[in-house]
C-alpha cells in the first residue's frame, strides 16, 4: 500500500492497516533520497518535532504523532541484530535510530503505537542504473524474511 505524503491521511492508513488487517508484523519502506546503494534499518520512532509542511502544507498539531503518546517507541525487532547478521552483496546495510522528522519517522512512530511495536521501517535509496527494482526487492526481501524470522523466535 502506497502511502501519501500527508501526515494526516498516512497516519489513517496505518490506523486502518491496524485495525482491519491485524498483522503479525507491519513493514514500512521509505525513500531516502540522499542515500546512494544504501539500506537504512530504523529502530525506533519519535513522537515530537514534526515541524516539517506535508504535501498538502500541513504539519501535525504541536508538532507531534500521538498527544498522549510516549516520545519514543522501539521496535519489537532487533534491528541491531538483524543489521548484524545480514548481509546483501552490492548494498550497504546501516542501524539507525533516527528516521528524521517528517512522514517516514511519522508512519513509523504512527504504526508503532498502534502495532504495540509490531512494526518495522527501511529507508531505501532511489533506483538507478546500479539499483534495479529487482535487485532492491531482492535484498528487501531477505531483510523482511530474517524479521520474520525474529518474530516466530518471539512468538515460541
Not at 506535508?54 to 541484530?81: Q, V, W, Y
Not at 511519522?106 to 504504526?111: A, G, K
Request: proline content about 4%.
Amino acid at each position: 500500500m502506497q502511502l501519501p505524503v500527508v501526515y494526516q491521511k498516512a497516519k489513517e492508513q496505518v490506523f486502518k492497516i491496524w485495525t482491519t488487517l491485524q498483522p503479525l508484523l507491519a513493514v514500512h519502506v521509505g525513500l531516502a533520497s540522499s542515500a546512494k546503494a544504501l539500506i537504512i534499518l530504523e529502530q525506533c520512532g519519535k513522537n515530537k518535532g514534526y515541524q516539517e509542511m506535508d504535501a498538502c502544507g500541513f504539519h501535525p498539531e504541536g508538532g507531534c504523532c500521538m498527544l498522549d503518546g510516549p516520545e519514543k517507541i522501539e521496535s519489537t525487532i532487533n534491528m541491531k541484530t538483524l543489521w548484524k547478521n545480514i548481509s546483501v552483496e552490492g548494498i550497504d546495510i546501516i542501524f539507525s535510530r533516527d528516521a528524521g522528522r517528517y512522514i517516514c519517522d511519522y508512519t513509523y512512530y504512527t504504526s508503532l503505537y498502534y502495532g504495540s511495536g509490531r512494526a518495522a521501517f527501511i529507508h531505501v535509496p532511489p533506483l538507478s542504473k546500479s539499483l534495479s527494482a529487482d535487485f532492491l526487492g531482492k535484498a528487501l526481501q531477505t531483510i523482511i524474511l530474517e524479521m520474520l524470522k525474529q518474530c516466530g523466535e518471539e512468538r515460541e
